[in-house]
Protein backbone atom coordinates (compact mmCIF):
# COMPACT_ATOMS: atom_id res chain seq x y z
CA UNK A 1 0.00 0.00 0.00
CA UNK A 2 1.32 3.25 -0.69
CA UNK A 3 0.49 4.79 2.40
CA UNK A 4 -2.76 5.70 1.92
CA UNK A 5 -5.44 3.48 3.77
CA UNK A 6 -8.30 1.36 1.37
CA UNK A 7 -11.48 0.39 2.74
CA UNK A 8 -10.69 -2.83 3.93
CA UNK A 9 -8.28 -2.00 6.09
CA UNK A 10 -11.09 1.17 7.66
CA UNK A 11 -13.15 -1.29 7.77
CA UNK A 12 -10.78 -4.11 9.64
CA UNK A 13 -10.18 -1.39 11.88
CA UNK A 14 -13.80 -0.55 12.65
CA UNK A 15 -14.19 -4.01 13.46
CA UNK A 16 -11.64 -4.22 15.69
CA UNK A 17 -12.23 -1.09 17.42
CA UNK A 18 -15.76 -2.75 17.98
CA UNK A 19 -14.12 -5.85 19.74
CA UNK A 20 -12.02 -3.96 21.89
CA UNK A 21 -14.57 -1.70 23.13
CA UNK A 22 -17.18 -4.28 23.64
CA UNK A 23 -21.16 -4.04 23.06
CA UNK A 24 -23.22 -2.89 25.46
CA UNK A 25 -24.43 -4.06 28.61
CA UNK A 26 -27.31 -5.53 27.55
CA UNK A 27 -30.43 -5.52 24.92
CA UNK A 28 -31.75 -2.06 25.48
CA UNK A 29 -35.48 -2.99 24.93
CA UNK A 30 -37.57 -1.41 27.92
CA UNK A 31 -35.45 2.05 27.87
CA UNK A 32 -37.69 4.84 27.50
CA UNK A 33 -37.01 7.61 24.80
CA UNK A 34 -38.32 10.06 27.71
CA UNK A 35 -35.48 12.58 28.30
CA UNK A 36 -33.58 11.83 24.75
CA UNK A 37 -33.25 15.25 22.96
CA UNK A 38 -35.61 16.15 20.56
CA UNK A 39 -34.55 17.04 17.17
CA UNK A 40 -35.86 17.13 13.42
CA UNK A 41 -36.39 13.91 11.86
CA UNK A 42 -38.56 12.49 8.91
CA UNK A 43 -41.19 10.03 9.06
CA UNK A 44 -43.52 8.48 6.09
CA UNK A 45 -46.80 8.76 4.96
CA UNK A 46 -48.87 7.31 2.68
CA UNK A 47 -50.33 9.78 0.14
CA UNK A 48 -53.68 9.10 -1.62
CA UNK A 49 -51.95 8.42 -4.87
CA UNK A 50 -50.44 5.30 -2.81
CA UNK A 51 -46.74 7.38 -2.36
CA UNK A 52 -44.76 7.16 0.04
CA UNK A 53 -43.97 11.00 1.28
CA UNK A 54 -40.98 11.79 3.72
CA UNK A 55 -42.60 14.54 5.95
CA UNK A 56 -40.50 16.23 8.51
CA UNK A 57 -41.27 15.87 12.18
CA UNK A 58 -39.84 16.19 15.51
CA UNK A 59 -38.68 13.13 16.79
CA UNK A 60 -39.79 13.63 20.70
CA UNK A 61 -43.21 14.07 19.13
CA UNK A 62 -43.32 11.04 17.14
CA UNK A 63 -42.26 8.48 19.71
CA UNK A 64 -42.69 9.72 22.74
CA UNK A 65 -46.50 8.53 22.62
CA UNK A 66 -48.76 7.13 24.83
CA UNK A 67 -51.02 5.48 22.62
CA UNK A 68 -50.21 1.59 21.43
CA UNK A 69 -49.01 2.19 18.35
CA UNK A 70 -45.83 0.69 17.04
CA UNK A 71 -43.32 3.41 16.08
CA UNK A 72 -40.16 2.07 13.90
CA UNK A 73 -37.17 4.22 14.05
CA UNK A 74 -34.18 3.81 11.40
CA UNK A 75 -30.74 5.03 12.71
CA UNK A 76 -29.40 5.28 9.12
CA UNK A 77 -26.55 7.55 7.20
CA UNK A 78 -26.54 8.73 3.29
CA UNK A 79 -23.48 7.05 2.77
CA UNK A 80 -24.14 3.75 4.23
CA UNK A 81 -24.97 1.15 1.87
CA UNK A 82 -27.32 -1.16 3.94
CA UNK A 83 -29.36 2.15 5.20
CA UNK A 84 -30.19 2.27 1.39
CA UNK A 85 -31.10 -1.10 0.61
CA UNK A 86 -33.23 -1.43 3.88
CA UNK A 87 -35.17 1.59 2.87
CA UNK A 88 -37.37 0.36 0.16
CA UNK A 89 -38.55 -2.60 2.69
CA UNK A 90 -39.23 0.18 5.30
CA UNK A 91 -41.82 2.07 2.38
CA UNK A 92 -43.23 -1.33 1.43
CA UNK A 93 -44.00 -2.16 4.92
CA UNK A 94 -45.46 1.71 5.54
CA UNK A 95 -47.88 0.97 2.70
CA UNK A 96 -48.87 -2.43 3.76
CA UNK A 97 -49.33 -1.68 7.65
CA UNK A 98 -50.61 2.11 6.94
CA UNK A 99 -51.88 3.65 9.87
CA UNK A 100 -51.26 0.71 12.56
CA UNK A 101 -47.67 1.53 12.25
CA UNK A 102 -45.29 5.06 12.38
CA UNK A 103 -41.87 4.83 10.66
CA UNK A 104 -39.61 8.01 11.64
CA UNK A 105 -36.25 8.13 10.01
CA UNK A 106 -33.41 9.35 11.84
CA UNK A 107 -30.60 10.68 9.42
CA UNK A 108 -27.38 10.33 12.21
CA UNK A 109 -25.23 13.07 10.25
CA UNK A 110 -28.42 15.75 10.53
CA UNK A 111 -29.36 14.28 14.64
CA UNK A 112 -26.30 12.68 15.75
CA UNK A 113 -27.39 13.88 18.78
CA UNK A 114 -30.09 11.71 19.02
CA UNK A 115 -27.89 8.57 18.10
CA UNK A 116 -25.72 9.39 20.74
CA UNK A 117 -28.11 9.55 23.48
CA UNK A 118 -29.68 6.23 22.35
CA UNK A 119 -26.22 4.72 22.13
CA UNK A 120 -26.72 4.13 18.81
CA UNK A 121 -23.48 2.25 17.60
CA UNK A 122 -23.98 1.08 13.94
CA UNK A 123 -26.05 1.42 10.68
CA UNK A 124 -28.66 1.19 10.06
CA UNK A 125 -30.36 0.24 13.61
CA UNK A 126 -33.75 0.06 14.01
CA UNK A 127 -35.46 0.86 17.57
CA UNK A 128 -39.27 -0.03 17.44
CA UNK A 129 -41.47 1.82 20.31
CA UNK A 130 -44.68 1.69 21.63
CA UNK A 131 -45.87 3.97 24.23
CA UNK A 132 -42.82 5.37 24.80
CA UNK A 133 -40.78 2.62 25.85
CA UNK A 134 -38.01 0.59 23.48
CA UNK A 135 -40.15 -2.85 22.86
CA UNK A 136 -37.18 -4.42 20.16
CA UNK A 137 -34.06 -3.59 18.01
CA UNK A 138 -31.89 -4.85 15.25
CA UNK A 139 -29.13 -3.88 13.76
CA UNK A 140 -27.39 -4.26 10.45
CA UNK A 141 -29.81 -5.02 6.73
CA UNK A 142 -32.89 -7.15 7.62
CA UNK A 143 -35.15 -8.17 4.48
CA UNK A 144 -38.95 -7.26 4.61
CA UNK A 145 -40.40 -10.42 5.41
CA UNK A 146 -38.09 -10.67 8.49
CA UNK A 147 -39.06 -7.14 9.67
CA UNK A 148 -42.82 -8.02 9.30
CA UNK A 149 -42.47 -10.91 11.23
CA UNK A 150 -40.66 -8.92 14.15
CA UNK A 151 -43.85 -6.42 14.01
CA UNK A 152 -45.96 -9.08 14.14
CA UNK A 153 -44.64 -10.97 16.85
CA UNK A 154 -45.27 -7.25 18.82
CA UNK A 155 -48.79 -6.80 17.88
Known amino acids: MSGIWGIREVCGLAVFAALIAGCQDGPTSGAPVAGCPDGKVEYLTVAESGRIRHTDGAFLELVDRQDQKLIIVDFWATWCGPCLKMAPHL ?26 HLQVLAYPTVRIFRGGIQVADFVGYRPREEIESLLKSLQ
Not at 98 to 116: L, T
Open 91 to 116: ETIKKDWGDRIEIVKVDVDKSPHIAN
